[in-house]
């Protein structure tokens, strides 16, 4: 019988900069540069979302749609609990719906 993987999706912290610019690395594309939030599969991050400007660093030999998804579910679940007219709350629905291109 196998077990389930363990998720944890959260916030990056100041000891996350170097998980997040691996991330940056493996997925060619440049460091994430705001506020961050990371989906980790039994304690690696395989991927991260940049709440500033909804970019997601993903590392492209793991499964990451689904977590991508939860990241998005996650900065939504965030940005209402701050309040309505909270200008973080905005620039974060406007991530969450933005569309972006599958990945598997």
């Known amino acids: 019988m196998q077990a389930s993987p363990s998720i ?13 610019a691996r991330l940056a690395t493996l ?5 994430l540069t705001g506020p961050a939030l990371l989906a980790e599969v039994d304690g690696v991050a395989v991927a991260a979302l ?3 400007d909804g970019s997601v ?3 492209p030999f793991a499964r ?3 977590l991508v998804d939860l990241l998005r579910l996650r900065a939504r ?3 209402a609990a701050r309040g309505s007219g909270d200008s973080w709350r905005s620039r974060a629905l406007a991530i969450v ?3 972006q291109a599958a990945r598997c």
């Open 77 to 79: 679940g965030l940005a």
């Open 97 to 99: 719906r933005r569309p």
């Open 64 to 66: 990451t749609t689904e």
């Open 27 to 31: 997925d060619s594309r440049s460091e």
């Open 8 to 20: 944890v999706i959260r916030p990056a912290a100041e000891h996350d900069e170097h998980t997040l």
């Open 57 to 59: 660093a993903a590392d």
């Open 50 to 52: 940049d709440l500033r």
